[in-house]
C-alpha cells in the first residue's frame, strides 16, 4: 500500500485558550498534522472555529492544518479558509450533493487538498465519483462517530467502508475521525486507514507521545500486510 502514516490530533480536544502552545506540544510530541473541526452551528450542533482561528494559529506553526469542515455551504468557506493559511480541506458530501466538481477545483485553484467525509449512516458509494472523477478529491474521511463532538465511542462498523476504500483505491489517503486511540486503532489500521485523527485519547493521555507512537506503529505494521 503506497499511503504513509499520517497522525493528526483533534485541535477540537485541546485547550482552546492556549491552542498556539496545544499545537507545539502535538508536534513535538511526533504529529503529522493538526487536525481543525471547523463547525457551523447548522450542519452539526456545535459551533467551533473558523477562519480567524486559523489564521492566529497560522502565525505560530508551518503544519499542515487539516481543515475538516461540517458546515452546510463548504463553498463559502473556500477563499476564507485558503487566505487563512489551510492546508487541507475536507467537506462533507452530504453538503455538496450538486456543487462537488465546482469546490474541488475551487480548493485545488487555492493551493489546497481536496477531501470528502462522510457521516456513519452515508453509503460509501456515494464518495466513488469523487475518487474517480478527472479532478478527483485526494482523500476520504471516513467518520467513525456521528460528528458534532469530541469524546464519543468508536463504531467498528464502519469498518467494512474503509476495507472496500482500500481494496478499490490502494494509493488513497484514507482518514478515519472518531473514537480512535489505542484500544481502536488495529481494527483501523489493519481495514486500511492511513490517517488517523485522535482527539480526548491523545490529549487526556498523561504522554501524548506514547499515544501517537502506538497509533503510527498501528498503520505501518498494517501496511506491511496491505
Ligand atoms: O470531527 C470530530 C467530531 O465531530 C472529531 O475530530 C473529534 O474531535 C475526534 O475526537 P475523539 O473522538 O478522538 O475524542
Not at 7 to 23: G, K, Q, V, W
Not at 33 to 40: A, G, P, R, S
Request: net charge negative; proline share 7%; glycine share 8%.
Amino acid at each position: 500500500m503506497g499511503v504513509t502514516a499520517k497522525i493528526a490530533p483533534s485541535m477540537l480536544s485541546s485547550d482552546f485558550a492556549n491552542l498556539a502552545s496545544e499545537a507545539r506540544r502535538m508536534l513535538t510530541s511526533g504529529a503529522d498534522w493538526l487536525h481543525m473541526d471547523i463547525m457551523d452551528g447548522h450542519f452539526v450542533p456545535n459551533l467551533t472555529i473558523g477562519s480567524p482561528v486559523i489564521v492566529s494559529l497560522r502565525k505560530h506553526t508551518d503544519a499542515y492544518l487539516d481543515c475538516h469542515l461540517m458546515v452546510t455551504n463548504p463553498l463559502d468557506y473556500v477563499e476564507t479558509l485558503a487566505k487563512a493559511g489551510a492546508s487541507g480541506f475536507t467537506f462533507h458530501i452530504e453538503a455538496s450533493k450538486n456543487n462537488w466538481k465546482e469546490l474541488v477545483q475551487s480548493i485545488k485553484s487555492r493551493g489546497m487538498k481536496p477531501g470528502v467525509a462522510l457521516k456513519p449512516w452515508t453509503p460509501i458509494e456515494e464518495v466513488y465519483p469523487l475518487v474517480e472523477a478527472e479532478n478527483p478529491v485526494e482523500m476520504v474521511l471516513v467518520m467513525t462517530v456521528e460528528p458534532g463532538f469530541g469524546g464519543q465511542k468508536f463504531m467498528p462498523e464502519m469498518m467494512d467502508k474503509v476495507r472496500v476504500l482500500r481494496k478499490k483505491y490502494p494509493s488513497l489517503d484514507i482518514e478515519v475521525d472518531g473514537g480512535l486511540g489505542p484500544s481502536t486503532i488495529d481494527m483501523a489500521a489493519s481495514a486500511g486507514a492511513n490517517c488517523i485523527v485522535a482527539g480526548s485519547s491523545v490529549f487526556g493521555a498523561p504522554e501524548p507521545a506514547q499515544v501517537i507512537s502506538l497509533l503510527r506503529n498501528s498503520v505501518e505494521k498494517a501496511n506491511e500486510t496491505h
